[in-house]
């Protein structure tokens, strides 16, 4: 694994004595001994962690951990603060800050890596998302990434396995009204609940009597449900190796025991954060790749989708030896429906057709809006002569109930035309297909209009 750590600290030996740890496994390091030059390369460079001194002059490090993680830009890098203050008190400032995570000097050197590592790994899922988001939208990062999310203030669901009576209702009371708690004893139930509900944490103790907590952590991180819910280890002192083996398998955090409220909430609330941004940047994803398929104006499939996707239809019919009928569809005289009605008069008609269009179809068919008034719908084991009469249904269905568009509803007449052609037997392309359907169309058009016509070949 390799990533660029930044190191922050204005003692130049302590400086160079983490460089040398991460030198040794491969990290590149950056350094920085002040808060406005730790600031200035984070928003300069590809930074993936920070380790961050907080006993700096002129700027400590909980100031410039705020600052951090309040630009988009910077917001998404993991800081880890390092520091001789060893006080709850002083953990929760740098949570609150927004840290990432807390270690007191002198850190252990296998704690270290395990996290830094732990963190790269968080960083990169992060790094991919946003870039995914940046890079599919006409839009900029920034904008995306700084807009306040109505889901900030939600109260967030989270679910604690812990076999121990004590300890479940020392977590709940601490963490009343300030997250939805659900509890299970049992890590096997813990599991099955975990998969079936959409939990922004999951809390698992190390104290149970027969179970290994870890194995836990494992199958939670290798169910796709599942895989990136942030986990919280509950740990017992004396329980370093465990820790570290759970951050190996993928757990965001963990507290030892005596469990102190207020860093409780601190890291509950950096893991939930952090899970939320995420999770908006796949949304974001996912939405931008429907635009990217979907006709705005009718909800169909666009142009795009439809060149990508006959193209398998097409292939998987011939390999099957099974039938596939396209039809090409357009409406009649569209331009003088715009010249009279406007262009939202327009509009309206293509949405009413393309609702019609969707009505009389079947689900396995596909629906495009091919451009303009022109719409193509393939549908998959379908013969030429069933195609046809659903062409027909489907041109009889627009001639025979108006159009009601604008404020009044006024009703207005359209018809359309069809062109169907099917998959030959023999030598046939996805191009030669499409001809076929657009040459009957220009027969259906050319032959008095509102008329289905279907080419064999």
Same mark, same amino acid.
């Given at each position: 694994?390799?990533?660029?750590?930044?190191?922050?600290?204005?003692?130049?030996?302590?400086?160079?004595?983490?460089?040398?740890?991460?030198?040794?496994?491969?990290?590149?390091?950056?350094?920085?001994?002040?808060?406005?030059?730790?600031?200035?390369?984070?928003? $300069?460079?590809?930074?993936?962690?920070?380790?961050? *001194?907080?006993?700096?002059? &002129?700027? &400590?490090?909980?100031?410039?951990?705020?600052?951090?993680?309040?630009?988009? !830009?910077?917001?998404?890098?993991?800081?880890?603060?390092?520091?001789?203050?060893?006080?709850?008190? &002083?953990?929760? /400032?740098?949570?609150?800050?927004?840290?990432?995570?807390?270690?007191?000097?002198?850190?252990?050197?296998?704690?270290?890596?395990?996290?830094?590592?732990?963190?790269?790994?968080?960083?990169?899922?992060? *790094?991919?998302? +946003?870039?995914?988001?940046?890079?599919? +939208? $006409?839009?900029?990062? %920034?904008?995306?990434?700084?807009?306040?999310?109505?889901?900030?203030?939600?109260?967030?669901?989270v679910l604690l396995i812990d076999e121990r009576k004590s300890s479940v209702e020392r977590i709940q009371k601490m963490l009343r009204d300030r997250a939805d708690l659900d509890v299970t004893h049992d890590p096997h139930a813990g599991f099955f609940q975990a998969a079936e509900?959409?939990?922004?944490?999951?809390?698992?103790?190390?104290?149970?009597?027969?179970?290994?907590?870890?194995?836990?952590?494992?199958?939670?991180?290798?169910?796709?449900?599942? +895989?990136?819910?942030? #986990?919280?280890?509950?740990?017992?002192?004396?329980?370093?190796?465990? #820790?570290i083996r759970g951050l190996e398998l993928g757990i965001n955090d963990y507290l030892m025991r005596p469990i102190d409220q207020q860093e409780l909430t601190a890291r509950l609330r950096t893991q939930v954060r952090r899970k939320r941004y995420n999770d908006q940047l796949r949304?974001?994803?996912?939405?931008?790749? %429907?635009?990217?398929?979907?006709?705005?104006?009718?909800?169909l499939h666009n142009r795009r989708y439809l060149d990508s996707h006959l193209q398998t239809l097409f292939d998987r019919a011939v390999a099957r030896r099974r039938p596939l009928s396209v039809m090409i569809t357009d409406l009649d005289r569209f331009k003088a429906i715009n010249?009279?009605?406007?262009?939202?008069?327009?509009?309206?008609?293509?949405?009413?057709?393309? /609702?019609?269009?969707?009505? $009389?179809? /079947?689900?396995?068919?596909?629906?495009?809006?091919?451009?303009?008034?022109?719409?193509?719908?393939?549908?998959?084991?379908?013969?030429?002569?069933?195609?046809?009469?659903?062409?027909?249904?489907?041109?009889?269905?627009?001639?025979?109930?108006?159009?009601?568009?604008?404020?009044?509803?006024?009703?207005?007449?359209?018809?359309?035309?069809?062109?169907?052609?099917?998959?030959?037997?023999?030598? *046939?392309?996805?191009?030669?297909?499409?001809? +076929?359907?657009?040459? !009957?169309?220009?027969?259906?058009?050319?032959?008095?209009?509102?008329?289905?016509?279907?080419?064999?070949?």
């Amino acid at each position: 694994m390799t990533a660029r750590i930044l190191v922050v600290d204005d003692i130049p030996a302590n400086v160079r004595l983490l460089e040398v740890r991460l030198l040794a496994e491969y990290f590149e390091v950056l350094t920085a001994t002040n808060g406005p030059d730790a600031i200035e390369t984070c928003e $300069n460079g590809k930074v993936d962690v920070v380790l961050l *001194d907080v006993m700096m002059p &002129d700027m &400590d490090g909980f100031e410039v951990c705020r600052r951090l993680k309040s630009d988009p !830009a910077t917001s998404h890098i993991p800081v880890v603060m390092i520091t001789a203050l060893d006080q709850v008190s &002083d953990r929760v /400032r740098g949570l609150e800050a927004g840290a990432d995570d807390f270690l007191t000097k002198p850190v252990n050197d296998l704690q270290l890596m395990t996290r830094v590592k732990s963190l790269v790994r968080l960083k990169s899922l992060t *790094d991919e998302l +946003r870039l995914r988001a940046s890079t599919t +939208r $006409n839009i900029g990062i %920034e904008e995306l990434l700084s807009r306040n999310f109505a889901s900030e203030d939600t109260t967030p669901k989270v679910l604690l396995i812990d076999e121990r009576k004590s300890s479940v209702e020392r977590i709940q009371k601490m963490l009343r009204d300030r997250a939805d708690l659900d509890v299970t004893h049992d890590p096997h139930a813990g599991f099955f609940q975990a998969a079936e509900t959409s939990y922004e944490c999951v809390m698992i103790s190390t104290a149970f009597a027969d179970f290994d907590p870890l194995r836990l952590c494992s199958q939670l991180r290798s169910l796709d449900r599942t +895989r990136f819910v942030p #986990i919280i280890l509950l740990a017992e002192e004396g329980e370093e190796e465990r #820790i570290i083996r759970g951050l190996e398998l993928g757990i965001n955090d963990y507290l030892m025991r005596p469990i102190d409220q207020q860093e409780l909430t601190a890291r509950l609330r950096t893991q939930v954060r952090r899970k939320r941004y995420n999770d908006q940047l796949r949304a974001s994803v996912t939405q931008t790749i %429907e635009m990217a398929v979907t006709d705005g104006l009718t909800g169909l499939h666009n142009r795009r989708y439809l060149d990508s996707h006959l193209q398998t239809l097409f292939d998987r019919a011939v390999a099957r030896r099974r039938p596939l009928s396209v039809m090409i569809t357009d409406l009649d005289r569209f331009k003088a429906i715009n010249d009279a009605h406007g262009h939202d008069g327009g509009d309206e008609v293509l949405r009413e057709f393309a /609702r019609r269009l969707r009505k $009389n179809v /079947r689900g396995i068919d596909l629906a495009c809006r091919f451009g303009g008034e022109e719409f193509v719908v393939v549908m998959p084991d379908t013969e030429g002569a069933v195609a046809e009469k659903v062409a027909e249904r489907i041109r009889a269905e627009i001639a025979q109930a108006a159009f009601a568009i604008g404020q009044d509803g006024k009703a207005i007449e359209v018809t359309v035309s069809v062109g169907v052609s099917s998959v030959l037997k023999g030598v *046939d392309t996805v191009v030669a297909l499409m001809k +076929r359907a657009d040459l !009957a169309l220009y027969e259906a058009k050319s032959g008095g209009r509102n008329r289905v016509v279907a080419k064999a070949a």
